[in-house]
């Protein structure tokens, strides 16, 4: 079955839910093992970092599962200046991060205009580095905007691709079909495209997560972002059972045999759940992970789930950890932009 699946770069809905399901140990690890050797095929033994930039906590939207959600009052709110994103850039250059990935709510306050004027200072200050944005739902004009800025990824995790189930984890006044139009938008200027969803998240079924994967196979994102549903004690979600690690590192490894030259994320939250997730992903496809460049003060406050790890380590800190960890399984972080290479 793998074989097919590695062959066609397609899975069936059977062909997924016994992936899911299976407790053939054996099945499972030869599962990893072929997501790891497509991985190689495309990026060898190297690993891509991201540094990440959590430049402000407020946000228009009351999504049910995130804490920073604008209906929770607990949130403690903030906003970097540019000259706090530029000190974070220059931290994360020196010490060889290519790649700035600013991501933060849909805040108003940040408008177009100063968007434009971040990406650009970032672009002439660092000409060889990439600038990922992970902002939210955008007119098509203000994603031209951004990518003539110099731009050049864009992250917009689709959530779910079934209406029933989108309804579930937002608000009436958002809407499934203009969140896919903007991922269709954001290929259609030439982003490099980043989607993806929670493991886990509330009403998520085999049926919903077919329809996720058909979703991807459709758009051919360069980028896929998955990690495991965490619950935040101030949301709606608060007393719903997290994502597990298991069924994160199976649809990791599906989505590497389905898209094999996606840069696919071992992301904070797998590190969340688990002490060594991060390398475990690695372990069943992925092949970039985010160490947090964000100001130390500020990253507890970054909170759109419980217990995230690292919030107070420095970056240095960030990088040597990361490079060991990845250096114990046999990987290694280069200092590379890290573009797709599908």
């Known amino acids: 079955m793998l074989l097919k699946i590695q062959n066609t770069e397609s899975v069936s809905r059977e062909e997924l839910e016994m992936i899911l399901t299976t407790e053939d140990e054996a099945f499972v690890q030869e599962l990893y093992r072929q ?19 959590e ?16 209906g929770n009052k607990n949130a403690q709110r903030y906003r970097l200046t540019t000259d706090q994103i530029m000190e974070c850039c220059e931290t994360g250059w020196n010490l060889g ?15 177009d205009e100063k968007i434009c004027q971040i990406v650009r200072q970032i672009k002439e200050k660092y000409p060889d580095c990439a600038v990922t ?30 209406e029933k189930h989108y309804r579930k984890l937002h608000p009436e006044e958002m809407s499934l079909s203009y969140r896919k139009n903007c991922l269709k938008i954001l290929k259609e200027i030439g982003y490099q495209t980043g989607c993806g969803f929670m493991v886990g998240s509330p009403g998520q079924t ?4 077919y329809e996720d994967l058909m979703f991807i196979k459709e758009l051919k994102p360069q980028m896929v972002g998955i990690g495991p549903f965490i619950p935040h004690q101030d949301t709606p979600f608060k007393a719903e059972p997290a994502g597990t690690l298991e069924m994160t590192l199976r649809l990791l490894a599906v989505i590497r045999l ?13 590190g969340t759940i688990h002490p060594k997730g991060r390398e475990k992903g690695v372990l069943a496809g992925a092949n970039v992970v985010m160490p947090n460049l964000s100001p130390v003060d500020v990253r ?21 950890c990361m490079s060991a960890r990845m250096k114990s399984i046999g990987y290694e972080v280069v200092t590379d932009r890290g573009d797709y290479k599908g």
């Open 206 to 209: 085999i049926d919903t997560l």
């Open 300 to 320: 507890d406050k970054y909170k759109l789930y419980d217990n995230k790890i690292c919030t107070g380590d420095e970056a240095a800190e960030c990088k040597a």
């Open 258 to 270: 389905i898209q094999p030259g996606v840069l696919l994320p071992a992301t904070t939250a797998l």
């Open 35 to 53: 997501a790891r050797e497509t991985a190689r095929e495309y990026y060898g033994n190297q690993i891509y970092i991201r540094g990440l930039i």
């Open 133 to 162: 944005l992970s902002i939210g739902e955008k007119s098509r004009e203000s994603y031209e905007a951004y990518f003539e800025a110099g731009a050049d990824r864009y992250l917009l995790r689709h959530e779910t691709a079934n």
């Open 97 to 111: 991060f290519r790649t700035f990935v600013l991501q933060g709510g849909e805040d108003p306050c940040y408008t």
């Open 55 to 70: 430049f402000t906590s407020y946000c228009k939207n009351n999504c049910y599962y995130c804490g920073i959600r604008c």
